[in-house]
């Protein structure tokens, strides 16, 4: 039998889900054990699986559907302790809340409720989720887990694709708007383009000045186009908010973006500030791709190792720029300029993350 596979944030709901069942049912077993067995053991598995599937779902739906939507944006902005506090309180309810639940589905002999040690440690798991939670947002998406589980110790070679946005006119408009509001243009800019990449499974690996790094594993970022849809959704999304940088700094932002892919050393590095890096020629040829949309007058250029790998996103043209020799590089290397295809000039219906296709905006100074 073949399972289809699950979009995010779903994917994510079921698979938390299903382990929190998992762990519910064998801390319901330990308990059992401690108290020499019952012959309800049955019944508190059956407890302690639904009571985690309920917290967890209700825990990853929260993340899935309001944290990562705008209506989280506040909280996403806010101080990290500021973030953590709210975020372990709305943990805390819902863990009690599951606790509950679970109990009055499956009432046990002599309980009397919620007990103060129940309350102790549900606040003890909130706190603790909530914080490895907001670490491995400090990080980068699985950062965290990649150190934990030393999945990248020994270095390895990978085959990724990479994705490479930077700011039009950044250095002029540092100048004209001074660093503190700079600053602001520059956040709600990697902000903006965040969202859509993300959406589509895309790793945001570095924010490097006003330009953006982000990343997937090939058979990821390949599967429907899913890396060029992510950049024009991130295209579109500053379209869409074109206005609202017209009106608090004076002009709306324009993109440069390259796209490629290859094989990568992956590994962890340094000691006192330890980071997964990737190493290879594939990183520095998107650098340098990216760089040419200066020369051309392109938004996105593509190689075509890349382009002729996936089937471009419905609405998506390329036009070949031939082989070009780039900057430092001995060879010449098969260049597509990708742009909205005419007939995707109409509105269509956004998909998860995405944002719906709006003018371009004007190019900066």
């Given at each position: ?16 889900t ?49 944290l ?41 002999p ?24 907001d670490v ?6 699985n ?10 110790y020994?270095p ?26 700079f ?37 990821e ?42 094989p ?13 890096v ?71 219906r956004p ?15």
């Amino acid at each position: 039998m073949v399972f289809p596979r699950l979009q995010e944030p779903f994917r994510h709901i079921f698979w938390a889900t299903a382990l929190a069942a998992a762990l519910g049912a064998a801390y319901a077993e330990i308990h059992v054990l401690q108290r020499g067995g019952q012959p309800l053991a049955v019944y508190f598995l059956a407890r302690g699986a639904l009571t985690g599937a309920v917290i967890a779902g209700i825990l990853t739906s929260f993340d899935g559907f309001v944290l990562r939507r705008p209506l989280g944006a506040p909280l996403r902005r806010a101080p990290f302790t500021v973030h953590v506090a709210v975020r372990t309180g709305i943990y805390l309810i819902v863990i009690l809340l599951g606790l509950k639940f679970g109990s009055y589905l499956f009432p046990a002999p002599g309980e009397n409720g919620i007990e103060s040690a129940d309350v102790l440690f549900a606040l003890a798991a909130a706190f603790v989720f909530a914080f490895m939670q907001d670490v491995n947002s400090l990080l980068g998406q699985n950062v965290l887990i990649n150190f934990i589980t030393g999945r990248y110790y020994a270095p390895r070679v990978e085959s990724r694709v990479f994705l490479f946005i930077d700011m039009e006119g950044s250095t002029g408009l540092a100048e004209r708007l001074g660093p503190l509001a700079f600053h602001r243009l520059l956040n709600r800019f990697v902000l903006d383009l965040t969202r859509p990449i993300v959406a589509a499974r895309g790793e945001i690996h570095r924010y490097v000045g006003d330009e953006l790094i982000a990343t997937w594993k090939l058979e990821e970022g390949t599967a429907d186009g899913r890396c060029v849809a992510a950049c024009f959704a991130a295209i579109d999304q500053l379209a869409r908010h074109a206005p609202d940088y017209r009106r608090e700094f004076g002009v709306a932002v324009a993109v440069r973006a390259g796209l490629h892919s290859g094989p990568v050393v992956t590994g962890e590095m340094g000691s006192e500030r330890k980071e997964i890096v990737f190493l290879g020629d594939t990183v520095n040829t998107t650098a340098r791709i990216q760089e040419l949309c200066r020369e051309t007058g392109d938004r996105v250029i593509a190689s075509a190792d890349l382009i002729d790998g996936l089937q471009l996103p419905r609405g998506i043209a390329k036009r070949s720029l031939g082989d070009l020799r780039l900057r430092g590089k001995g060879a010449d290397l098969a260049l597509y300029a990708l742009t909205k295809a005419p007939q995707a000039a109409g509105p269509s219906r956004p998909q998860d993350g995405e944002m719906a296709p709006a003018e371009a905006p004007a190019a900066l100074p």
